[in-house]
């Protein structure tokens, strides 16, 4: 069965510091990987990653896909309050765009 | 551009009850998705609607149907409700729903089951 694990599951962090999230995946037909972040309802489109395209970076967030270990990361430096969040990973499996999520990690960044 | 709204916001229902949710995706987008989210299962998917036909259904009971209007609007149903189906309801569109970057998710219906 086609799954997507997030971990940790909950972080608790202060202002300044850097976090690392993570996601491993195992679908059996894999077309990218995507991360989102939710706020408060409508999870918002963060990073896409795929096969040819392993790292992607936008201020203070970047994101590796590692296609051996079938596994992604999320970095985020020098947190902020407005970090807080659930950081969502799913997979496109390529079935008109078909996602399967993982359950998420919520942030929590402390001042 | 208007994003994508979704109808009641909120909505709080008796077990064995049955209740319809509405999407209106972005305009131009033709391809509506819905998913199911709860603190234990995550997000999960539901099923996808292009032009009218679902083209794509994930692992739910028959309890669960939806429909797609010529409007590409979309209502999704839930029949005998249960204190599981407790969640957040939440609708994405795209343009052809071939590409999952390029969906827009809306809001979400908070649905309670008591």
């Known amino acids: 069965e086609d799954k997507v694990v997030q971990s940790p599951l909950s972080l608790v962090v202060h202002e300044g510091d850097t976090v690392t999230l993570n996601c491993s995946y195992e679908v059996t037909n894999f077309r990218s990987l995507l991360w989102y972040k939710q706020e408060k309802k409508a999870p918002t489109f963060l990073f896409m990653l795929t096969s040819s395209g392993i790292e992607k970076k936008s201020g203070r967030l970047s994101s590796i896909l590692d296609k051996k270990e079938l596994s992604s990361i999320l970095n985020i430096t020098a947190t902020q309050t407005g970090d807080s969040a659930i950081y969502l990973c799913?997979?496109?499996?390529?079935?008109?765009?078909?996602?399967?999520f993982g359950k998420g990690t919520k942030l929590s960044v402390k001042p | 551009k208007a994003g994508v709204t979704q109808t009641p916001r909120y909505l709080i229902k008796t077990r064995g009850q049955q209740v319809t949710l509405s999407c209106s995706p972005i305009s131009g987008h033709r391809s509506v998705s819905w998913y199911q989210q709860t603190p234990g299962q995550g997000l999960q998917f539901l099923f996808e609607y292009f032009s009218e036909t679902q083209r794509n259904k994930g692992n739910f009971p028959g309890r669960f149907s939806g429909r797609q209007f010529s409007n590409s609007r979309s209502e999704m149903n839930v029949s005998t409700l249960e204190l599981g189906d407790s969640a957040l309801y939440l609708c994405?569109?795209?343009?052809?729903?071939?590409?999952?970057?390029?969906?827009?998710f809306g809001p979400g219906t908070r649905l309670t089951v008591t």
């Open positions: 799913a997979v496109d499996r390529g079935s008109q765009g078909n996602l399967i």
């Open positions: 994405a569109s795209s343009l052809t729903g071939t590409a999952a970057y390029e969906q827009y």
